[in-house]
């Protein structure tokens, strides 16, 4: 899309709606389906004028020009999660499902947001930016209010929604709250002039949103019978556990935990790990029974089927998964809806077997070949996504992208030959550190499992506690906590530009911070191929993309080891604006995840005129009619843009008639 020039024309939006559908549970597409469904009240200003809103729920309508301004290709249309308005006004504009007004000339100030660093919310903007005027705190119970259904009554005179015309006050206060939004947005929007996206990067939300708009196919007949077997099974599960125990409620961990008191067990907590090692201490009696029963009961499958038949739309197809710059301080993507990004795996041999099973409801065979039928529901989870009929899926995965950019931003030379001979990594890494070939299910091949698990924790400065949180203390890994420091040591040894490359973007960052701090001016460091400044109270990291990561006003802090680090304001763990603090490795990690992540896009893009329906995590999965191959996916992952030469990538891709794991 063209930049804005004098001559374009612009238009602020925010509405207010009504659906009976409830937009957390089936996402906007599925939202405005409903019969029930209007927009209330239509704000908008043109070219930053005066905020104007349209009374649509009494009767007022949107002037004709400004009708034409939405539809007009040639203006930019601004909105805070401009997704919502624009699928709405498709609904308003008499456009039927999977038709949908083109995103190309929408603006999403969120978006802009949060290539900021800055959160997600049109309130938690406004108070981080310290806007003079901010999003009304009556919002949420006035949305409440008047948006969504009630609940007949006694008291309400049995009414199932709230009006306008019978709630004036309300009414008033809800245009004024319209309104407003309109006139924070437009205020965020001018505060973020001195930092515009990129016109590529807008290219890119406009090809997510096509992707969110196409959706995908939907079995719906797998999802309900699997619902339907999930019921029986934990009926089955609930009446075992009751038999042996005599509890009330089998699904009580205080009640478990009195039970368990009777045999003199008093384990802290009855989680996933403690329940899994009370199975294996007291395997073949009572209690590890009750043990094996409560993790089956804990498969909580049929919540992801659920939450999928409650977000298709009327053509089958489910919509709007993706949230473009999700994670801000990577640029990735998070999901919507399904959380397509934790799906579990699949890894029963002859799934397409057992999905025939469930689908004909054959409960008995399911029961003979599996004893835990909940694990088996869960892993079919991802195969109820299907191409439209007489299509098919083409599926392909980076492999070990981010051991591989990593390795290109330190310049780590072994590693680099290891990927462009193809090799196994894990076996290369273990040869590496131990100084003997290794060689998968040959020679040494006992240590690939110790290289393997210090590739996947230690990239980024990990010790033992990352080793240990990625199973290398689980049964059959063959290490002992001793073995731990050492093995981290070992990794270091046999990485070194790696861990100087922790080094130097963590003490570049606490120069610049440092410097642009008390020079109270832009300052800029280069490092390779990363460009560090601090420019107006915050830290940018450009990308060789040239795309910035951005930390909202750091400084440096003594950290509990008594060196320095750096903090910066974000979104934390509790997804609640606060302090938070990062050090080299840290940085590294943001920086290797984010690389990528363009190069994801940067395929996506090469891929556009074909049919994405969804990409989760550096996999990419295309809904084919016309004989598209996997290894011409393979061949198009792994093209490499120019800003990333030298980088080694491949991809490995897989065809199949539902979506699966290869």
Not at 146 to 160: D, L, Q
Request: aromatic residues 10%.
């Amino acid at each position: 899309m063209s930049p804005k020039t004098s001559s374009t024309k612009t238009l602020s939006i925010d509405i207010e709606t009504y659906s009976s559908n409830n937009l957390n549970e089936c996402g906007v597409y599925k939202y405005c389906e409903a019969p029930d469904f209007e927009i209330l009240l239509f704000g908008y200003s043109v070219d930053g004028g005066d905020v104007q809103v349209v009374d649509l729920a009494d009767g007022e309508v949107i002037p004709p020009h400004i009708i034409s301004l939405i539809k007009s290709d040639d203006c930019l249309k601004y909105s805070f999660n401009c997704s919502f308005e624009r699928i709405c006004l498709s609904r308003f504009l008499g456009m039927k499902t999977g038709e949908y007004l083109a995103p190309e000339s929408w603006r999403c100030t969120m978006v802009a947001s949060s290539y900021l660093g800055l959160p997600l919310s049109l309130k938690g903007v406004g108070a981080v930016l310290g806007l003079d005027e901010q999003k009304m705190e009556e919002g949420k119970e006035l949305i409440k209010f008047f948006c969504t259904p009630v609940k007949p009554s006694k008291a309400n005179g049995g009414v199932t929604r709230n009006l306008f015309k019978y709630n004036t006050y309300k009414r008033d206060m809800m245009i004024k709250y319209c309104k407003r939004d309109v006139e924070v947005q437009m205020n965020i929007q001018k505060r973020l002039e001195n930092y515009p996206l990129p016109d590529w990067l807008w290219a890119e939300y406009h090809l997510d949103q096509r992707i969110n708009d196409r959706g995908v196919f939907l079995d719906q007949e797998l999802a309900a019978k699997a619902i339907k077997i999930d019921g029986i099974i934990h009926q089955e599960l609930e009446k075992a556990m009751t038999e042996i125990t005599e509890i009330d409620n089998p699904n009580s961990p205080a009640q478990i935990k009195v039970w368990l008191a009777k045999y003199g067990v008093e384990p802290e907590d009855l989680g996933k790990k403690s329940v899994a090692a009370l199975e294996k201490e007291f395997s073949g009696n009572d209690i590890g029974d009750v043990m094996r029963l409560r993790q089956m009961l804990a498969k909580t499958s049929t919540k992801k089927y659920e939450r999928m038949m409650s977000a298709v739309c009327s053509d089958g197809r489910i919509r709007g998964m993706f949230q473009f710059y999700g994670a801000n301080r990577t640029g990735r993507f998070s999901s919507r809806l399904v959380q397509l990004h934790n799906l579990p795996q699949n890894k029963i041999p002859e799934i397409g077997v057992v999905r025939d099973l469930v689908l004909k409801e054959d409960v008995d065979s399911i029961k003979i070949l599996y004893e835990n039928v909940p694990m088996v529901l869960s892993q079919l989870i991802r195969t109820a996504f299907i191409p439209a009929k007489g299509g098919k899926f083409v599926v392909a995965d980076y492999a070990a992208i981010e051991a591989r950019v990593l390795a290109w931003y330190a310049g780590e030379e072994w590693r680099m030959k290891a990927f462009a001979n193809n090799e196994d990594i894990y076996c290369s890494s273990a040869s590496r550190m131990f100084g003997v070939p290794v060689v998968k299910n040959g020679i040494n091949g006992d240590l690939r499992k110790k290289g393997k698990i210090a590739e996947l924790a230690l990239g980024y400065g990990g010790g033992a506690g990352a080793l240990i949180a990625m199973g290398a203390l689980d049964e059959g890994s063959g290490l002992k906590e001793d073995d731990l420091d050492p093995l981290v040591k070992t990794w270091r040894n046999a990485n070194p530009k790696i861990t100087r490359f922790w080094r130097q973007v963590g003490d570049t960052i606490l120069e610049v911070v440092k410097t642009g701090k008390s020079l109270k001016q832009p300052y800029s460091v280069t490092v390779g191929r990363l460009t560090f400044t601090y420019r107006g109270s915050m830290l940018f990291i450009k990308l060789p993309s040239g795309r910035c990561l951005s930390y909202v006003k750091p400084k440096v802090v003594i950290n509990k080891f008594g060196s320095e680090s750096i903090s910066y304001e974000g979104i934390g763990d509790q997804k609640k604006w606060a302090r938070l603090e990062s050090y080299g490795p840290k940085f590294v990690e943001n920086i290797v995840q984010a690389t990528a992540r363009d190069l994801l896009c940067y395929a996506m893009r090469n891929l556009k005129d074909y049919r994405i329906v969804m990409h989760v995590h550096d996999e990419v999965i295309i809904e084919d009619f016309d004989g598209v191959s996997h290894a011409f996916m393979e061949k198009e992952m792994a093209k490499i843009p120019e800003w990333a030469s030298g980088l080694i990538l491949r991809a490995d891709g897989y065809e199949c008639p539902f979506y699966q794991k290869d």
